[in-house]
């Protein structure tokens, strides 16, 4: 049972703009930034957002990232195949001390 | 900066796993950011095991304080995990990373990640 809680799955097709949810509370994502990564099959975690909605050097605008209270979202518009990855949010938990992620979310282009 | 996770990828219950970060390209004693361990079990999602500074202060997960060692070497460019009385609860690919120390959290340089299974 993880701490942030995110939809298992999601899909889209090619072009179309999905949307990831993340859930948690006040002691981590209400007090504290999110952050997003992409784990494509077979590979590490990638830095995906930081600090809510920043994107690292390299990472598409097609990739963006919203808070609000205790819940957060990642957007992707313009789905592509490449996109097909799982996808985890995470944040510091001040009840926790500690690093909290979501469960993950595979994401499927149909 | 490259970062390369290195130790044995099998261990017997109760045993202790150990595992070395390598660093490359850049020094570890430069300060700027916490050097972390992160786990995924087998089809399952990430858990962050603990971080080290390089003055040597940790944090660690609540849960696996009572087992868990994060040590560095500035000298050999290394961190290391060290996990007691293991499980095959603690079968899982072991990732280390690097955050910067004004986002902690933010971790933005991992590793390939190394397989640990622990049976007898």
């Known amino acids: 049972q993880s701490v942030l809680t995110q939809p298992p799955s999601a899909s889209g097709t090619p072009g179309q703009r999905v949307t990831i949810s993340c859930s948690g509370s006040?002691?981590?994502?209400?007090?504290?930034?999110v952050i997003w990564y992409q784990q494509l099959p077979g590979t590490a975690p990638k830095l995906l957002i930081y600090?809510?909605?920043q994107r690292p050097s390299g990472v598409p605008d097609r990739f963006s990232g919203s808070k609000s209270g205790t819940s957060a979202s990642l957007a992707i518009s313009g789905l592509r195949s490449e996109d097909e990855a799982d996808y985890y949010c995470?944040?510091?938990?001040?009840?926790?001390?500690?690093?909290?992620f979501g469960g993950g979310t595979k994401l499927t282009v149909l | 900066v490259q970062l390369q996770e290195s130790g044995p990828g099998l261990v017997k219950p109760s045993q202790t796993l150990s595992l070395t970060c390598t660093v490359s390209?850049?020094?570890?004693?430069?300060?700027?950011?916490?050097w972390s361990w992160i786990r995924q079990h087998p089809g399952k999602g990430l858990e962050w095991i603990g971080y080290?500074?390089?003055?040597?202060?940790?944090h660690y997960n609540p849960s696996l304080k009572s087992r868990l060692t994060i040590s560095i070497d500035t000298s050999k460019n290394q961190f290391s995990l060290r996990l007691s009385s293991v499980t095959a609860a603690d079968t899982a690919v072991y990732y280390c990373?690097?955050?910067?120390?004004?986002?902690?959290?933010?971790?933005?340089?991992w590793g390939q990640g190394t397989l640990v299974t622990v049976s007898s």
């Open positions: 080290i500074y390089y003055i040597g202060s940790t």
């Open positions: 990373a690097r955050a910067p120390d004004y986002d902690f959290w933010t971790f933005d340089l």
């Open positions: 390209g850049g020094s570890l004693s430069s300060g700027s950011y916490y």
């Open positions: 995470a944040a510091w938990d001040d009840s926790l001390s500690g690093v909290v």
């Open positions: 006040n002691s981590n994502i209400g007090n504290n930034y």
């Open positions: 600090r809510n909605d």
